[in-house]
T-cell receptor, first 116, second 115 residues
Framework: AQSVTQLGSHVSVSEGALVLLRCNYSSSVPPYLFWYVQYPNQGLQLLLKYTSAATLVKGINGFEAEFKKSETSFHLTKPSAHMSDAAEYFCAVSEASGAGSYQLTFGKGTKLSVIP | EAGVTQFPSHSVIEKGQTVTLRCDPISGHDNLYWYRRVMGKEIKFLLHFVKESKQDESGMPNNRFLAERTGGTYSTLKVQPAELEDSGVYFC?????????????FGPGTRLLVL
Protein backbone atom coordinates (compact mmCIF):
# COMPACT_ATOMS: atom_id res chain seq x y z
CA ALA A 1 0.00 0.00 0.00
CA GLN A 2 1.15 3.49 -0.75
CA SER A 3 1.30 6.27 1.79
CA VAL A 4 1.52 10.05 1.86
CA THR A 5 3.10 12.22 4.51
CA GLN A 6 2.43 15.91 4.80
CA LEU A 7 4.88 17.69 7.06
CA GLY A 8 3.24 20.33 9.19
CA SER A 9 -0.43 20.21 10.08
CA HIS A 10 -0.47 24.02 10.24
CA VAL A 11 1.56 26.50 8.21
CA SER A 12 1.38 30.27 8.55
CA VAL A 13 2.77 32.69 6.03
CA SER A 14 2.55 36.43 5.58
CA GLU A 15 0.61 37.83 2.68
CA GLY A 16 2.96 38.10 -0.28
CA ALA A 17 5.37 35.49 1.07
CA LEU A 18 6.28 32.18 -0.50
CA VAL A 19 3.97 29.28 0.22
CA LEU A 20 5.63 25.87 0.58
CA LEU A 21 3.57 22.86 1.59
CA ARG A 22 5.44 19.60 1.84
CA CYS A 23 4.36 16.18 0.65
CA ASN A 24 6.35 12.96 0.59
CA TYR A 25 5.05 9.71 -0.78
CA SER A 26 5.90 6.07 -0.43
CA SER A 27 5.28 3.99 -3.49
CA SER A 28 6.78 0.93 -5.08
CA VAL A 29 5.58 1.97 -8.52
CA PRO A 30 5.58 5.29 -10.36
CA PRO A 31 3.00 7.34 -8.50
CA TYR A 32 0.20 9.51 -9.71
CA LEU A 33 -0.02 12.41 -7.30
CA PHE A 34 -2.66 15.02 -6.62
CA TRP A 35 -3.04 18.17 -4.59
CA TYR A 36 -6.52 19.13 -3.47
CA VAL A 37 -7.64 22.23 -1.58
CA GLN A 38 -10.61 22.59 0.72
CA TYR A 39 -11.87 26.09 1.38
CA PRO A 40 -14.11 26.59 4.41
CA ASN A 41 -17.51 24.96 3.99
CA GLN A 42 -16.67 23.67 0.54
CA GLY A 43 -15.67 20.36 -1.01
CA LEU A 44 -12.21 19.31 -2.08
CA GLN A 45 -11.11 21.01 -5.28
CA LEU A 46 -8.33 19.72 -7.50
CA LEU A 47 -5.35 22.08 -7.63
CA LEU A 48 -3.10 19.99 -9.84
CA LYS A 49 -2.00 16.45 -10.59
CA TYR A 50 1.21 14.72 -11.63
CA THR A 51 0.82 12.18 -14.40
CA SER A 52 4.49 11.71 -15.39
CA ALA A 53 4.24 14.00 -18.43
CA ALA A 54 6.34 16.72 -16.77
CA THR A 55 8.00 16.96 -13.37
CA LEU A 56 6.89 20.56 -12.83
CA VAL A 57 3.14 20.75 -12.75
CA LYS A 58 1.23 24.00 -12.88
CA GLY A 59 -2.17 24.21 -11.30
CA ILE A 60 -4.90 26.69 -10.65
CA ASN A 61 -4.62 29.91 -8.65
CA GLY A 62 -0.87 30.22 -9.26
CA PHE A 63 0.12 27.01 -7.50
CA GLU A 64 2.65 24.56 -8.84
CA ALA A 65 4.31 21.39 -7.63
CA GLU A 66 7.51 19.63 -8.56
CA PHE A 67 7.85 15.87 -8.64
CA LYS A 68 11.25 14.73 -7.37
CA LYS A 69 11.67 11.00 -7.60
CA SER A 70 15.03 10.98 -5.79
CA GLU A 71 13.42 12.68 -2.80
CA THR A 72 10.01 10.97 -3.16
CA SER A 73 8.50 14.42 -2.85
CA PHE A 74 5.77 16.45 -4.47
CA HIS A 75 5.87 19.79 -2.65
CA LEU A 76 3.33 22.50 -3.44
CA THR A 77 4.47 26.08 -3.88
CA LYS A 78 3.13 29.50 -4.70
CA PRO A 79 5.44 32.52 -5.04
CA SER A 80 3.18 35.02 -3.32
CA ALA A 81 0.44 34.16 -0.83
CA HIS A 82 -2.95 35.83 -0.99
CA MET A 83 -5.46 36.01 1.83
CA SER A 84 -7.78 33.90 -0.30
CA ASP A 85 -5.28 31.02 -0.17
CA ALA A 86 -6.19 30.30 3.44
CA ALA A 87 -7.56 26.77 3.32
CA GLU A 88 -6.65 23.16 4.02
CA TYR A 89 -4.48 21.41 1.46
CA PHE A 90 -4.35 17.68 0.87
CA CYS A 91 -1.75 15.66 -0.98
CA ALA A 92 -2.94 12.31 -2.35
CA VAL A 93 -1.66 9.38 -4.35
CA SER A 94 -3.79 7.29 -6.65
CA GLU A 95 -3.48 3.54 -6.38
CA ALA A 96 -5.14 0.46 -7.71
CA SER A 97 -6.95 -1.45 -5.01
CA GLY A 98 -7.62 -4.53 -7.05
CA ALA A 99 -10.70 -5.77 -8.91
CA GLY A 100 -10.50 -2.84 -11.31
CA SER A 101 -10.90 -0.24 -8.59
CA TYR A 102 -8.86 2.84 -7.89
CA GLN A 103 -8.73 4.97 -4.79
CA LEU A 104 -6.98 8.01 -3.46
CA THR A 105 -4.77 7.72 -0.41
CA PHE A 106 -4.51 11.06 1.35
CA GLY A 107 -2.09 12.76 3.68
CA LYS A 108 -3.41 14.26 6.89
CA GLY A 109 -3.75 17.71 5.38
CA THR A 110 -2.05 21.04 6.03
CA LYS A 111 -4.00 24.08 7.13
CA LEU A 112 -2.58 27.24 5.61
CA SER A 113 -3.09 30.55 7.38
CA VAL A 114 -2.21 33.80 5.64
CA ILE A 115 -1.33 36.71 7.90
CA PRO A 116 -2.10 40.21 6.60
CA GLU B 1 -22.60 21.86 -14.91
CA ALA B 2 -23.62 20.96 -11.38
CA GLY B 3 -20.95 19.47 -9.17
CA VAL B 4 -21.23 16.64 -6.70
CA THR B 5 -23.90 17.39 -4.12
CA GLN B 6 -24.38 15.82 -0.72
CA PHE B 7 -27.26 15.90 1.71
CA PRO B 8 -27.52 16.71 4.54
CA SER B 9 -24.63 19.07 5.12
CA HIS B 10 -24.72 18.35 8.85
CA SER B 11 -26.32 15.66 10.96
CA VAL B 12 -26.37 15.28 14.73
CA ILE B 13 -27.76 12.01 16.04
CA GLU B 14 -27.61 9.97 19.20
CA LYS B 15 -25.75 6.73 19.54
CA GLY B 16 -27.89 3.85 18.35
CA GLN B 17 -29.88 5.87 15.86
CA THR B 18 -29.84 5.48 12.11
CA VAL B 19 -28.60 8.06 9.62
CA THR B 20 -28.72 8.04 5.84
CA LEU B 21 -26.41 10.21 3.79
CA ARG B 22 -27.09 10.97 0.15
CA CYS B 23 -24.75 11.78 -2.72
CA ASP B 24 -25.64 12.97 -6.20
CA PRO B 25 -22.67 12.63 -8.55
CA ILE B 26 -21.92 14.74 -11.57
CA SER B 27 -24.29 13.76 -14.36
CA GLY B 28 -22.81 11.08 -16.57
CA HIS B 29 -20.20 9.94 -14.07
CA ASP B 30 -20.37 6.18 -13.74
CA ASN B 31 -17.88 6.04 -10.87
CA LEU B 32 -18.89 7.09 -7.40
CA TYR B 33 -16.73 6.94 -4.29
CA TRP B 34 -17.31 7.40 -0.59
CA TYR B 35 -14.57 8.60 1.73
CA ARG B 36 -14.53 9.49 5.40
CA ARG B 37 -12.44 11.78 7.53
CA VAL B 38 -12.47 11.14 11.24
CA MET B 39 -11.32 14.17 13.23
CA GLY B 40 -7.58 14.59 13.16
CA LYS B 41 -7.05 11.74 10.75
CA GLU B 42 -6.61 11.27 7.04
CA ILE B 43 -9.42 11.12 4.54
CA LYS B 44 -9.92 7.40 3.99
CA PHE B 45 -11.52 5.44 1.20
CA LEU B 46 -14.71 3.55 2.00
CA LEU B 47 -16.00 2.16 -1.27
CA HIS B 48 -16.30 2.54 -5.03
CA PHE B 49 -19.34 2.05 -7.25
CA VAL B 50 -19.27 1.56 -10.99
CA LYS B 51 -22.78 2.36 -12.04
CA GLU B 52 -24.91 0.39 -9.61
CA SER B 53 -22.29 -2.25 -8.77
CA LYS B 54 -19.94 -2.18 -5.81
CA GLN B 55 -16.50 -2.46 -7.38
CA ASP B 56 -14.60 -2.27 -4.11
CA GLU B 57 -15.92 -1.98 -0.57
CA SER B 58 -12.73 -2.89 1.20
CA GLY B 59 -12.69 0.35 3.17
CA MET B 60 -16.08 -0.08 4.82
CA PRO B 61 -15.46 -0.20 8.58
CA ASN B 62 -18.02 -2.86 9.49
CA ASN B 63 -21.47 -4.19 8.70
CA ARG B 64 -23.20 -1.24 10.31
CA PHE B 65 -22.48 0.65 7.11
CA LEU B 66 -24.57 -0.04 4.01
CA ALA B 67 -24.09 1.75 0.71
CA GLU B 68 -26.42 1.57 -2.24
CA ARG B 69 -26.61 3.07 -5.68
CA THR B 70 -29.88 1.94 -7.16
CA GLY B 71 -30.18 2.73 -10.86
CA GLY B 72 -26.61 3.91 -11.02
CA THR B 73 -27.43 7.51 -10.24
CA TYR B 74 -27.41 8.83 -6.67
CA SER B 75 -26.01 6.86 -3.78
CA THR B 76 -26.93 6.51 -0.14
CA LEU B 77 -24.78 5.53 2.79
CA LYS B 78 -26.67 4.28 5.81
CA VAL B 79 -25.18 3.88 9.25
CA GLN B 80 -27.24 1.64 11.52
CA PRO B 81 -26.88 1.73 14.46
CA ALA B 82 -24.54 4.70 14.73
CA GLU B 83 -21.67 4.62 17.21
CA LEU B 84 -19.61 7.48 18.66
CA GLU B 85 -16.62 6.58 16.51
CA ASP B 86 -18.66 7.09 13.34
CA SER B 87 -18.46 10.86 13.82
CA GLY B 88 -16.60 12.61 11.06
CA VAL B 89 -16.98 14.09 7.63
CA TYR B 90 -18.25 11.83 4.88
CA PHE B 91 -17.20 12.82 1.39
CA CYS B 92 -18.57 11.61 -1.87
CA UNK B 93 -16.68 11.88 -5.13
CA UNK B 94 -17.39 10.96 -8.72
CA UNK B 95 -15.38 10.44 -11.87
CA UNK B 96 -16.11 9.68 -15.49
CA UNK B 97 -13.62 6.86 -15.79
CA UNK B 98 -11.72 4.75 -13.31
CA UNK B 99 -7.99 4.92 -13.91
CA UNK B 100 -4.98 6.01 -11.91
CA UNK B 101 -5.00 9.34 -13.76
CA UNK B 102 -8.67 10.09 -13.41
CA UNK B 103 -9.65 13.16 -11.43
CA UNK B 104 -12.19 12.53 -8.72
CA UNK B 105 -14.57 15.43 -8.10
CA PHE B 106 -15.60 15.83 -4.51
CA GLY B 107 -18.74 17.07 -2.85
CA PRO B 108 -18.76 19.36 0.19
CA GLY B 109 -19.18 16.49 2.61
CA THR B 110 -21.67 15.61 5.32
CA ARG B 111 -20.56 16.38 8.85
CA LEU B 112 -21.87 13.65 11.12
CA LEU B 113 -21.79 13.96 14.88
CA VAL B 114 -22.88 11.00 16.98
CA LEU B 115 -23.59 11.89 20.61
Amino acid sequence: AQSVTQLGSHVSVSEGALVLLRCNYSSSVPPYLFWYVQYPNQGLQLLLKYTSAATLVKGINGFEAEFKKSETSFHLTKPSAHMSDAAEYFCAVSEASGAGSYQLTFGKGTKLSVIP
Amino acid sequence: EAGVTQFPSHSVIEKGQTVTLRCDPISGHDNLYWYRRVMGKEIKFLLHFVKESKQDESGMPNNRFLAERTGGTYSTLKVQPAELEDSGVYFCASSQGATLLETQYFGPGTRLLVL
